[in-house]
């Protein structure tokens, strides 16, 4: 079956340090993966997004991820942590089949510590 | 602004009432869908739709219905709500199938059946 897992319910790191949240994913074929982030009462907000090319992709916020075929990881990192960075924050996958939906994973809220 | 306009933003209601969660979005976007999100369980799919009059079950689509009859609309409607569906609900929208987009979303619908 095809998956998204985020390890990781909850990420507590010290501002001005470097975060990571993990993400996993199971598909079959090239996968499409993206990053959303979620703020309190809000709506998900896209990040990032890995298609092809540069195994390492920059997005919003000062974010990026770096795409790990061998591993079958899309970790998202971020040299250092802001307390406004914490939110919860999705993984996802896009299937290029028929239903051509995208795979969520469960989340993991990230909070930093001032 | 190019956006996803859900409606309403929180509702209560009671057991088997009918009830209509509106999503519009003014993009002109082909592909759009309907998420639940519950803790722990991450963002599921309700229903999709690929085009005007097309639409199709995704994970959970027990207890709603959907319609599009008009690109930019695609309202949600649960006929006999009950407690089980007390949710956070998102709309998304993308624009054609099969290309390498994310989803835009809507801010969220928080309802709650007692």
């Known amino acids: 079956a095809q998956s998204v897992a985020q390890p990781e319910d909850q990420v507590n790191v010290a501002e001005g340090n470097p975060l990571t949240v993990k993400c996993t994913y199971s598909v079959s074929g090239n996968p499409y993966l993206f990053w959303y982030v979620q703020y309190p009462n809000r709506g998900l907000q896209f990040l990032l997004k890995y298609i092809t090319g540069d195994n390492l992709v920059k997005g919003s916020y000062g974010f990026e991820a770096e795409f790990n075929k061998s591993q079958t990881s899309f970790h998202l990192k971020k040299p250092s942590a802001l307390v406004s960075d914490s939110a919860l924050y999705f993984c996802?996958?896009?299937?290029?089949?028929?239903?051509?939906?995208?795979?969520f994973g469960k989340g993991t809220r990230l909070h930093i510590l001032p | 602004e190019a956006q996803v306009t859900q409606n309403p933003r929180y509702l209560i209601t009671v057991t088997g009432k009918k009830l209509t969660v509106t999503c519009s979005q003014n993009m002109n976007h082909e592909y759009m869908s309907w998420y639940r999100q519950d803790p722990g369980l991450g963002l599921r799919q309700i229903y999709y739709s690929m085009n005007v009059e097309v639409t199709d079950k995704g994970d959970v689509p027990e207890g709603y219905k959907v319609s599009r009859k008009e690109k930019r609309n695609f309202p949600l409607i649960l006929e006999s709500p009950s407690p089980n569906q007390t949710s956070l609900y998102f709309c998304?929208?993308?624009?054609?199938?099969?290309?390498?987009?994310?989803?835009?979303f809507g801010s969220g619908t928080r309802l709650t059946v007692v």
């Open positions: 996802a996958v896009r299937l290029m089949n028929r239903d051509d939906k995208i795979i």
């Open positions: 998304a929208s993308s624009p054609a199938v099969g290309v390498n987009y994310g989803y835009t």
